[in-house]
């Protein structure tokens, strides 16, 4: 049964950060890559930062500069280190595999808010 895990959101301020973490079960994590997509209110889904099966980033261009993608292969984590966070990063998080089948996780919320 393959599982994503998403951890790590929460109310922050503005210009604070915040680290989220998805925990992967079920797949060959190498194999796989890892992206993190947010949905705010409203809108679609979109695409926030992804990293390759061989570690290449790529990233929003809302992001770019802010936030830092990054997996533990030992681990079969991914993170995102999210910093300088505004207001309209709010939006729930998600984490989402691609490989031979597509698999996401049940989101984290992220609130940026004074």
């Known amino acids: 049964q393959v599982q994503l895990v998403e951890s790590g959101g929460g109310l922050v301020q503005p210009g604070g950060s915040l680290r989220l973490s998805c925990a992967a079960s079920?797949?060959?994590?190498?194999?796989?890559?890892m992206g993190w997509y947010r949905q705010a209110p409203g809108k679609q889904r979109e695409l926030v930062a992804i990293?390759?099966?061989?570690?290449?980033?790529n990233y929003a261009d809302s992001v770019k500069g802010r936030f830092t993608i990054s997996r533990d292969y030992a681990k079969n984590m991914v993170y995102l280190e999210m910093n300088s966070l505004k207001p309209e990063d709010t939006a729930v998080y998600y984490c989402?595999?691609?490989?031979?089948?597509?698999?996401w996780g049940q989101g984290t919320q992220v609130t940026v808010s004074s």
């Open positions: 079920g797949i060959i994590f190498s194999i796989y890559h």
């Open positions: 989402k595999a691609d490989g031979r089948n597509d698999y």
């Open positions: 990293i390759s099966s061989g570690g290449t980033t």
